[in-house]
């Protein structure tokens, strides 16, 4: 009986060429059915250590039940400047979308050493809305912003008349006076509509 050691040679190379493959495709399926059809492990139990449960501690703050009744005095936008937080013992005031926002208590982040400190003094909607910190964007004229951009505003607008108190408006916001003038022409065109 001769043995042909080349041809067994052959067939036994070409055989781990295919069980190499073979582990190369199948390893990632095993890896994704072992992942999909393990159960996850439980989590583990909380130790008591005492009475009360102790909440999570956020860095959000929370909505604020004691909030004063918003306020109407009038400030240009000049007049915020003023509440920038650089002049110590002066309030800390934030304009959103012409609604000027005191921020004392919080002077940490608004404040001039602050990582919020751009939006200080100012009405800085666009900058808001586009989640920017460069002071090109922390201007009160937000018309531009794209449909997201202005959901994102509105947002922190929620988020402030939440948490903080309200102690005027900017009568020179521009996309806030442009947006009355639009309105009071509608109103105009709708009056003369009507007398029709």
Same mark, same amino acid.
């Given at each position: =009986? /001769? ?7 052959a =067939?036994?190379? #070409?055989f ?14 095993v ?17 008591n /250590?005492?009475? /009360?449960?102790?909440?999570?501690? #956020?860095i ?5 039940e004691?909030?004063a009744p ?9 007049q915020?400047?003023?509440?920038s937080?650089?002049q110590?013992?002066?309030?800390? @005031?934030?304009s959103?979308?012409? /609604?000027?926002?005191? %921020?004392t208590?919080?002077?940490?982040v608004?404040?001039p050493?602050g ?8 009405d ?5 809305? =586009? ?5 090109e964007?922390?201007?009160?004229? @937000?018309?531009d ?5 202005r959901?994102?505003?509105?947002d922190w @607008?929620s ?10 408006? %900017?009568?020179d916001?521009?996309?806030?006076l442009a ?10 065109e709708?009056?003369v509509?009507?007398?029709?």
């Open positions: =009986m /001769t043995c042909d050691c080349h041809s067994v040679w =067939m036994s190379d #070409s781990l060429s295919l069980a190499k493959y073979a582990v190369v495709l199948l390893l990632p399926v890896f994704l059915a072992h992942r999909y059809y393990r159960s996850p492990a439980p989590a583990p139990a909380r130790l /250590t005492s009475s /009360t449960e102790e909440k999570p501690k #956020s959000m703050q929370p909505a604020r004691d909030l918003p306020k109407d005095d009038p400030f240009t936008l000049a915020l400047v003023e509440f937080g650089a110590p013992g002066k309030p800390i @005031y934030v959103i979308k012409g /609604t000027v926002f005191d %921020v208590r919080n002077a940490q608004y404040g050493d990582s919020y400190s751009i939006f200080a003094g100012k800085a909607s666009k900058g808001l809305g =586009m989640s920017s910190l460069k002071p964007d922390a201007v009160p004229e @937000y018309s912003l794209s449909e997201a951009d959901k994102v505003l509105d @607008y988020f402030f008349l939440k948490r903080y108190n309200i102690v005027g408006k %900017v009568i916001h521009p996309t806030v947006a009355e003038k639009e309105a009071a022409q509608k109103a105009e709708d009056k509509e009507a007398n029709l």
